[in-house]
């Protein structure tokens, strides 16, 4: 069984919801990632989704797509982003780490080598929104290989073919995007997701998260009413980008710590 299997076999026997902060490495500075991602762990993270700065992201809002610039500024990339996944790792080895991004530098690295480095410094799952899952069975595969979990997207507008190839090739969980268009820009609408989760849910038995649109803890709370994780991440963002270096830890864990109180009440 996975790290990330494990996590939401042990919250479902709790029953308990998962939360998964997102954050873009390499942002504000290069050494306050590792604190950060410490501080969602201590305000209860279940599972951390970590970005890898790229240049041209098609899925992320504004916050986001700055975060990116920012990192990319401080000369942050796919190599160093494995290195703070090693650095938390002395700490914490138990704490799932999902890394989120696009092909290129994936493709830059070297598919088998990347898939080798990312084993080795304890990354459990990838969300690389550009490799549809019709054309990246291999990749899937060599991920299943080296214990690592391929997770796909899934959105309003996905269609039933699209859903059977997500769930058939995807792992470790579902990442329902609720929103057409890209992150941070509107708040997720309750019904709508509730009408389309048991589409998917009639195709797989993994776990669905649900992330676009979550600012706060009401809304993560209607979410995870419905869904299995609630991700929450242009909203972290914002917060880093209003803290600056000298006080993102402290507001990232002042962020979600509500949160978290609001999924267990």
Known sequence: MSRIAGRFAAL????????IPYVTAGDPL???????LHALVEAGADILEIGVPFSDPMA?????????????KNGIGLADVLKFVVEFRKQDPETPIVLMGYANPIEAMGVQVFVAAAKAAGI???IVVDYPPQECVPFAALCRKNGIDSIFLLAPTSTEARIREVARAGSGYLYYVSLKGVTGVKS???????????HIRAASSLPVGVGFGIKDAES??????????VIIGSRIVQEIE?????????????LLAPIRKALDA
Do not use: F, N, W, Y
């Open 12 to 19: 479902k026997a709790a029953g308990r919801k998962a939360l």
């Open 220 to 229: 993560a709370r209607a979410i995870s009413k419905i869904a299995d994780a």
């Open 124 to 126: 459990d799952g990838v």
């Open 60 to 72: 992320d809002g504004p916050a986001i797509q700055r975060s990116s610039e920012r990192a990319l």
């Open 30 to 36: 290069p050494a306050s990632t590792v604190p950060i």
């Open 188 to 198: 997720a609408d309750v019904a709508d997701i509730a009408m389309h989760l048991p």
């Open 242 to 254: 209003s803290a600056g270096a000298a006080h993102a830890v402290a507001r990232v864990k002042a």
